[in-house]
């Protein structure tokens, strides 16, 4: 375990509220991910963040934003959440070989 | 555009024969490749990967196959296990400093 953690684990919100879901990790990595995985889909990216108060984009930003102000915590923020948003969130950071270790993910329902 | 392809959403074998999982990619400059597995709520975690320098990896039960003129990968499993149940992804990255691309999934089921 790559001492990685995301919470809450499970969230339903209402839409048009602002959502924000936490990564922590223990281990120092520069590089974390937000990905979201829906059916069909697969895992999409939707920011990164390759050091603190460095962050881009990534395939489906819309709606999202991000920050990271230390290392161990990059937090998403749902700006105002529409279902659309509802889906599975996962984090990821870098670990050996150009491998990602992920969390156990955030399951978020928006009503 | 859907840079990296799973074609089949799902897949059931018996267990103890092979299972095989295909992958196509569009961009020619990938050029490392990886397998994740994800059981249901949990993270995907990794599983085995190919350089685009070889053509085969094995590990274990695991083998991957790589075919660039085709821009094709494999995933074999053999023997298939009731533990392999699960979800798995392809993905693949530029070795040039990337993130990593992933496909649909392939939901795999082994029976009994």
């Known amino acids: 375990d790559a001492g990685i953690t995301q919470s809450p684990r499970h969230k339903v919100t209402e839409t048009g509220t602002p959502v924000t879901l936490r990564c922590h990790q223990t281990e120092n990595h520069r590089y974390m991910y937000w990905y979201r995985q829906d059916p069909g889909h697969g895992l999409r990216l939707i920011h990164y963040?390759?050091?603190?108060?460095?962050?881009d984009k990534g395939e489906v930003s819309d709606g999202y934003s991000v920050s990271r102000s230390k290392t161990e915590d990059f937090l998403l923020t749902l700006e105002s959440a529409t279902s659309s948003q509802t889906s599975v969130y996962f984090c990821?950071?870098?670990?050996?070989?150009?491998?990602?270790?992920f969390g156990s993910g955030t399951r978020l329902t928006v009503v | 555009d859907q840079q990296v392809k799973q074609n089949s959403p799902s897949l059931s074998v018996q267990e103890g024969r092979i299972s095989i999982l295909n992958c196509d990619y569009t961009n020619s400059m990938f050029d490392y490749f990886l397998w994740y597995k994800k059981y249901p709520a949990e993270g995907p975690t990794f599983l085995i990967s190919i350089s685009s320098i070889k053509d085969k990896n094995e590990d274990g039960r695991f083998t991957v196959f790589l075919n660039k003129s085709a821009k094709h990968l494999s995933l074999h499993i053999v023997p298939s296990q009731p533990g392999d149940s699960a979800v798995y992804f392809c993905?693949?990255?530029?070795?040039?400093?990337?993130?990593?691309?992933f496909g649909t999934g392939t939901r795999l089921a082994v029976r009994p």
């Open positions: 990821a950071i870098t670990t050996g070989f150009y491998g990602y270790t």
């Open positions: 963040s390759y050091g603190v108060k460095d962050t």
């Open positions: 993905a693949a990255l530029k070795s040039s400093g990337d993130k990593l691309t």
